[in-house]
């Protein structure tokens, strides 16, 4: 719309501010979401090599030392 050289008619421009506001809605309502429940991810240690699953449960024995 914004490419031609016709002048913008104003229907077409509040009809793109209508859009642009309901756009701004929906992503606002999802970042509100995300952020009231942290994502928790559960990785299953199997696949990760062997000398990297030691030094992770090396980490938390010093952390639960602690």
Known sequence: MLKDEKP?????LKSLI??????????????SKR????EVTNI???RLPPAYRGRITKYFQRLSEK
């Open 8 to 12: 913008l008619d104003a229907d077409d």
């Open 18 to 31: 209508s859009e642009l506001q309901h756009f701004s809605v929906e992503t606002t309502d999802q970042m």
């Open 35 to 38: 952020e009231d429940k942290p």
């Open 44 to 46: 299953d240690p199997t």
